[in-house]
């Protein structure tokens, strides 16, 4: 199994910045990669960033420019960034953190592990 622990979120004003993170512990071994998703009020969960162990990353149009992913391991552990610059009310979501091993990574049947969601809330 794999744990995900997410930090981070809360509430910024437009033009703001947040830093989540993500850490992934206990069998990591079995994924490869990891990612953000994101689920607005009445909206389907849509991929905001990936990043696979060899750092191929993939961004959502909408964030391109913006935002940024990053990985790091250790002994035991690994831990995705996702850092969010010059956000919007559109960026208001709860965003969750995958973990999965399965391709392709903009595909959230392709994750079997994730967080419990944190909010992410811009004021305008």
């Known amino acids: 199994q794999v744990q995900l622990m997410e930090s981070g979120g809360g509430t910024v004003q437009a033009g703001g910045s947040l830093r989540l993170s993500c850490a992934a512990s206990g069998s990591i071994a079995r994924i490869n990669t990891m990612g953000w998703f994101r689920q607005a009020p009445g909206k389907q969960r849509e991929l905001v960033a990936a990043?696979?162990?060899?750092?191929?990353?993939?961004?959502a149009d909408s964030v391109k420019g913006r935002f940024t992913i990053s990985i790091s391991r250790d002994i035991g552990k690994a831990t995705v960034a996702l850092q969010m610059n010059s956000l919007t009310p559109e960026d208001t979501a709860v965003y969750y953190c995958?973990?999965?091993?399965?391709?392709?990574?903009?595909?959230?049947?392709?994750?079997?592990?994730w967080g419990q969601g944190t909010q992410v809330t811009v004021s305008s």
């Open positions: 990043i696979t162990g060899g750092g191929t990353t993939r961004y």
């Open positions: 995958a973990a999965g091993a399965r391709s392709p990574l903009y595909v959230s049947n392709s994750y079997d592990y």
